[in-house]
């Protein structure tokens, strides 16, 4: 007997059953442990390839069915996240544009000077203030498409 491993005899009684469970079961050999033979291996790879190409041969139908079921939330998705690029792309290009030394006091100035222009145009008398709603309320027709 090995010295390191206690005997049975200075084990108390619980133990001494547990270590002859333990080593019954490692005696025995179960039939999982066995490896499989390569018929038996390549039959069930076969298997799990026949079903991988069942899958695949109606992917095609179930994406159509996806699309068709959800496709009202699907484009609704695809325009929200054009959106969020489109954004992502101007608030970009502005901070390129903010960063060129003598663009952005010269953008200021323009916006200035429309805005100038646009007040005195269209704000500034009755006239011009009636003609500017005549104008929305036209484009507004031609947007949606019916009348007032």
Known sequence: MNPETPSSESMPESEKSS????????????????????????????????????????????????????????????LLLAVLVTLRLTVALLAAIHSLPLIAPTLQLIGIGYTAWFVYRYLLTAESRKELSQDFQTLKQQVLGRGT
């Open 19 to 78: 270590v002859e469970v333990n080593v019954q079961n490692v005696e025995e050999t179960p039939s999982e442990l066995q490896v499989p033979s390569t018929e038996v291996y390549s039959a069930k790879l076969q298997q799990v390839w026949a079903q991988i190409a069942r899958f695949l041969e109606k992917m095609p139908s179930y994406a159509g069915n996806f699309f068709s079921s959800y496709q009202r939330s699907l484009v609704t998705l695809g």
